[in-house]
């Protein structure tokens, strides 16, 4: 499969050098290219792309508008570019809730040090993207917007009875997430109803400068505190913690109670934050009185913290197929026959609570 690609952005050197990069993939093929968001949107509706790569700040139409105006109007999976600021992973963030699937620095320098390894990995992104397509509740709550009525419904299987009665005989929620997983990590949190009696510890692929605004955003809509991380704090009940990109965060028993841990990534390990090394230190205090979830992502971090929680009697639950931006993360836990449950988005957080 060849994933044709449309590339939108303002700059002529930057559309030249991401042509050349993803070009240079036999499995990639740049169809077109546009100036702005407005040309965007009637260049998606002529090509019609698999995947699109579009710039934040563009005069006309910025990039936020216009993916708002695609995934109305042709649905399409939204690889954005972004800085790596405070402004930008507000931007960032705003894109997302637009309809955009995931997002890369605009420097591509900032993806690797490598040049040519940041090249394979923006290759690798694009095609698991035009691989996969949207994920099912994006195609339909975008293209809902504007005839629901031409789309099919249909119907989930109920959620097993034991996976409604696993939140009351815990003392911690730990998720596992990358890609795709602000917007559901969004969808859960904001079903969590207030006083909710366990913290909940996220583990989500980000970089550092874009934790503190995911943190505050999240604490801006949720019923229940939502915050980043710090070293040497205890893990409260009606929290949700945030651990901080960049770093490594475990948690500790200390007094009978737990303790986060922050600290400096070392230079050998891919993921910062890792979902394994949070999961294998969980793994080592509480034994069977964790909920640990793998959502949405690429790879398989968490497989192995998952295995070890696994075998202290923790329960596992991994999203499906369906619902996944990208089934792998979850896919992992799945094949390694770790999940207690396997569930939608939707059914996930309606677990939680009702949407208010």
């Known amino acids: 499969m060849t994933v044709r690609v449309l590339i939108v952005d303002d700059s002529s050197f930057f559309r030249h050098r991401l042509t050349e990069m993803l070009n240079a993939d036999k499995h990639i093929e740049v169809i077109g290219s546009a100036v702005n968001g407005s040309e965007a949107v009637t260049k998606v509706a002529e090509l019609k792309p698999d995947v699109i790569t579009m710039d934040i700040e563009m005069p006309v139409m910025d990039g936020i508008a216009a993916t708002k105006k695609i995934m109305m109007q042709n649905p399409t999976p939204v690889l954005m570019f972004s800085s790596l600021t405070t402004e930008g992973a507000k931007a960032t963030l705003d894109a997302l809730d637009a309809g955009a699937v995931d997002f890369l620095p605009k420097k591509i320098d900032d993806i690797a040090s490598e040049r040519d390894t940041a090249r394979r990995l923006l290759c690798a992104r694009v095609r698991v993207l035009g691989a996969r397509g949207l994920p099912e509740h994006k195609a339909v709550t975008h293209r809902s917007s504007v005839n629901s009525s031409q789309i099919p419904h ?36 904001t079903r969590v109803p207030a006083g909710f009696p366990l913290p909940i510890l996220v583990i989500q692929h980000m970089p550092a400068s874009f934790t503190p605004s995911f943190s505050e955003r999240l604490d801006s809509l949720c019923n229940i505190r939502v915050k980043q ?15 901080p990109g960049g770093e490594q965060t475990t948690v500790s028993h200390s007094g009978g109670r737990m303790t986060l841990n922050i600290e400096a990534a070392t230079s050998g390990q891919t993921y910062k934050p890792s979902v394994d090394l949070a999961f294998t230190s969980i793994a080592t205090i509480c034994s069977s009185d964790v909920l640990a979830m793998v959502l949405t992502g690429m790879g398989a971090d968490g497989r192995e913290g998952a295995r070890l929680l696994k075998q202290k009697g923790a329960t596992i639950w991994a999203q499906d197929e369906a619902s996944c931006v990208i089934y792998g993360m979850p896919m992992a836990i799945v094949e390694a026959n770790l999940a207690d449950e396997i569930l939608s988005l939707d059914e996930i957080a309606s677990i939680f609570g009702k949407e208010t």
């Not at 998720?175 to 602000?182: A, E, H, K, N, Y």
């Not at 991380?229 to 651990?243: F, M, N, Q, S």
């Open 229 to 243: 991380a710090e070293h040497g704090e205890t893990l409260l009940p009606d929290t949700a913690y945030i651990a």
């Open 154 to 189: 249909t119907q989930k299987p109920p959620v097993r009875n034991g996976a409604s009665l696993e939140l009351k005989k815990n003392k911690l929620i730990a998720i596992g997430t990358s890609t795709g997983g602000p917007v559901a990590l969004q969808k859960i949190l």
